[in-house]
């Protein structure tokens, strides 16, 4: 027990700091407060009093010879430096230099912090009595900057045999609140933009006091006036002043001082004289001089005329005879980097010589480039390894479009569509080439092209193939579009895909289309899926990242939307040519939203959710989608309880495994399309050790039809009740309900992902037998009483 607690490995007359918490009157916020304690308490094994972290540490330095990598790190040093030595070429000395100066990096971490273990452990928190008052300071400071003058802080102390508990008492006291507020500034012209936008003030009457408020209003008037002109304010020009002693009690009168420059009697305003704009800001021609060309108010820079000037000067967002922008200037110098055009770009300004200019100066990428990445990937079964390359070249026209060739070949393992038991290596092949043009290819207006430029527009120009070989089908696409995509920010992208053209052709394995064949004579046209087609569309995505979904510093979410209409032109024009040549036509409606959110409880535990939907309607005369339009739930990235895919369709339930000591009461050979998705998950998220983190989860969803599926009970795999398929307003009591816990690796190029699904409702099962979780088993053998458990593994986090 002392062990898994921490105190074995304390020394004699030693402590450990077992416990913290803070008391608070009932209400108050004690939102980050903890992050205020001086000496922190051990992380524990999932809140249980097991200080696996101190033992850890503590194995790793029993180990632990500091002196051994001191040599290590001579004879590495002395390795690479006579490699150096003996070579004369550039590229490789700078190879080896980083390869060098990477191990030493390494080697001196372990050198000042120790082994692995002792940086993915920790060492015992022993109690230092001297932290509480440094503590007590802390969350006086804290209570004081957030309008609590009269707070007062103590702490009790609690000793159990070698553990130790402290508790902070706080007792802020009545908080002020602002009850005037008074400017002071002198430049008339400054006081009328305070005056004009104080609604926009981040400081109110009869808010509370709040020394972080004051801080930001700063930043933002600084950042406001930098808009406006004033190129040289600097924030040091604000003050505030505060007198509790004006109004009442627990009253303030708040002053904020606009400082005038020395001996200045106002702030100056800078009015751009001229911009001039280097293309080629890095090269250096000895036989060829730069000239200067004049266009849309902007002096070109370059040795040669490479760039097509109309397209530069729409990405320029400061203008001559305009004031000085800070926003405008950040905002050229992303949408000029959006070009991918430049290796750098840079902004600065002149004002000496009694004239303000602005100067861009960038400097190209090179026109070709040649890369080739190798990895693994994931989508459904397990990881298998892939190898990408691409070939793209810059200002293919002069107009800073961009050529790109590329091609994919890679493999996985993924569930058999008509075997539940085995997975099979499938293979993808593609090849694609795309001309992208930074502008819309669109009968616009000069003025409108320049006003839609701050929006990165795009159009992008496809022709693929793709060839996919799976256990049950092999399948050949050739594709076509034309995709506009713009963004508003840097929080939303948009994309609309006018033209989608798509020929598919497929052969099909005996087994799997003799089931699709069955399906066909109960009323289940899914075959017609798989017909040699046409697939045209038009689609229509939004993504809403507004605040880096993900992060690990404060709370996140993301929404992705898509609307696809397909085969719309059938709607008013005859396909007769494709009617003609064999090819299945689809008509038909498509819809998506995906929501997640990413809650951040400390540095080491999050909690993330994610709500997943969607439909697809069918109303051309085969009554069908295209196979890869449907919705399926089940897998590693969906409900992790169920297989991938194998999820539904409502409660119409599975057929009989012949063996189930084996697979359990179901047989889950085949894939379960459905016309309507919904799916969820809640993940809890914690930081183990190292690089390994752990989670717990739970996951629901199912997919449903809007037309009913026939259905037997008839021969001896089939179940002898009859299950819903049909989405109807009683849907959440078809849910399928899975949970699990599981392992992340972080190796910082990938994260692999291992969890372990169970199932707790199975909408599968006869209504007052849905209830599974205490059935649960994790090997073989199961019978028709137990529940497999999932093992799935992923690439990446499911959402």
């Not at 040599?71 to 030595?85: L, P």
């Not at 009790?156 to 002071?184: C, H, M, N, W």
């Not at 100056?268 to 200067?292: E, G, N, P, V, W």
Request: net charge positive; glycine share 8%.
């Amino acid at each position: 027990m002392s062990g898994c607690l921490g105190t074995r490995y304390l020394q004699e007359n030693q402590k450990l700091l077992h416990r913290q918490t803070i008391q608070a009157p009932k209400g108050f916020n004690k939102d980050g407060l903890s992050d205020l304690y001086v000496q922190k308490v051990n992380r524990r094994l999932l809140g249980l009093p097991i200080n696996s972290l101190v033992w850890m540490h503590h194995e790793g330095e029993k180990r632990y010879d500091q002196q051994k990598f001191i040599d290590k790190k001579a004879k590495v040093e002395a390795k690479f430096n006579t490699k150096i030595a003996a070579t004369k070429k550039e590229k490789k000395i700078a190879s080896l230099q980083f390869r060098r100066q990477k191990k030493v990096d390494d080697l001196n971490d372990k050198i000042e912090n120790g082994n692995d273990f002792m940086q993915w452990g920790e060492r015992a928190s022993v109690y230092d009595s001297t932290t509480l008052h440094a503590t007590v300071d802390r969350l006086s400071d804290y209570l004081f900057n957030h309008g609590y003058f009269q707070n007062q802080v103590a702490f009790k102390v609690q000793e159990y045999k070698k553990r130790v508990s402290v508790t902070y008492q706080l007792q802020p006291g009545r908080a002020s609140f602002y009850d005037t507020i008074f400017y002071l500034i002198p430049d008339s012209n400054v006081a009328r933009i305070i005056s004009a936008t104080r609604s926009q003030s981040l400081i109110k009457v009869n808010e509370r006091y709040d020394q972080g408020k004051l801080n930001k209003e700063r930043e933002r008037i600084d950042l406001q006036l930098k808009d406006l002109g004033y190129y040289d304010f600097t924030r040091q020009y604000i003050e505030f002043a505060i007198d509790t002693a004006y109004g009442g009690p627990y009253q303030i009168a708040l002053q904020l001082e606009i400082r005038n420059p020395p001996r200045r009697e106002s702030h100056k305003l800078f009015r751009l004289d001229s911009i001039t704009f280097t293309t080629d800001a890095a090269m250096r021609m000895d036989t060829l001089k730069r000239q200067a060309h004049p266009k849309y108010n902007i002096t070109f820079n370059y040795f040669e005329s490479e760039y097509n000037k109309k397209l530069l000067a729409q990405r320029v967002f400061i203008h001559a005879d305009s004031l000085y922008s800070r926003s405008a200037t950040f905002e050229t110098q992303r949408q000029l980097a959006n070009l991918d055009i430049f290796k750098f770009i840079n902004i600065n300004y002149d004002s000496s010589g009694g004239q303000f200019l602005g100067n861009i100066f960038c400097s190209p990428l090179d026109r070709y480039s040649w890369s080739n990445e190798a990895g693994l990937t994931m989508t459904q079964g397990f990881p298998g390894p892939y190898f990408s390359t691409n070939l793209k070249k810059r200002n293919l026209f002069g107009g800073m479009e961009i050529l790109e060739l590329s091609g994919r070949y890679g493999f996985e393992g993924v569930a058999s569509a008509t075997d539940q038991s085995n997975f099979y290596k499938s293979t993808e092949a593609n090849v694609n080439g795309s001309i992208t043009f930074p502008q819309f290819l669109l009968p616009l207006s000069e003025k409108a092209a320049f006003r839609l430029a701050r929006y990165n527009p795009r159009t992008r120009l496809l022709a693929g193939y793709t060839y996919t070989n799976r256990p049950e089908y092999t399948r050949s696409i050739t594709n076509v579009s034309d995709t506009y995509t713009w963004q508003n920010k840097q929080t939303t992208q948009y994309s609309f895909t006018l033209i989608n053209l798509n020929v598919i052709r497929s052969t099909l394995d005996s087994a799997f289309n003799a089931q699709l064949i069955e399906l066909q004579q109960q009323g289940n046209n899914l075959i017609n899926s798989f017909d040699p087609s046409f697939v045209s569309s038009m689609i229509f995505s939004m993504t809403w990242n507004p605040n880096n979904y993900g992060n690990t510093e404060r709370n996140s979410y993301f929404i992705r939307a898509q609307a696809e209409s397909g085969g719309t032109l059938f709607n008013f024009a005859e396909p007769g040519y494709i009617t003609r040549a064999g090819l299945e036509l689809y008509q038909y409606v498509r819809f998506n939203v995906d929501l997640r959110r990413h809650n951040v409880i400390d540095k080491n535990t999050s909690v993330a959710f994610r709500l997943n939907t969607g439909f697809g309607y069918a109303y051309s005369e085969n009554e069908v989608l295209p196979y890869e339009k449907y919705f399926f739930a089940g897998g590693s990235n969906s409900v992790r309880a169920w297989l991938p895919r194998r999820l539904g369709i409502g409660t119409v339930p599975p057929q009989l495994s012949e063996d189930p000591e084996k697979d359990g009461l179901f047989d889950y050979s085949f894939e379960k399309p459905g016309d309507i998705l919904i799916e969820g998950s809640v993940e809890l998220r914690k930081k183990l050790f190292g690089f390994v983190s752990g989670a717990v989860f739970v996951d629901y969803g199912n997919v449903w039809t809007f037309k009913p599926i026939p259905q037997s009970t008839e021969g001896p795999t089939r179940a002898q009740w009859i299950g819903v398929s049909k989405f109807t307003k009683d849907f959440f009591k078809q849910l399928g309900v899975g949970t699990g816990f599981g392992l992340r690796f972080d190796f910082s190029f990938l994260i692999l992902r291992l969890d372990a699904g169970i199932k707790v409702i199975d909408p599968g099962r006869e209504e007052g037998d849905r209830f599974v979780l205490d059935q649960f088993r994790f090997f073989k053998p199961f019978g028709t009483d137990k529940e497999p458990v999932i093992f799935n593994v992923g690439i990446g986090y499911p959402f």
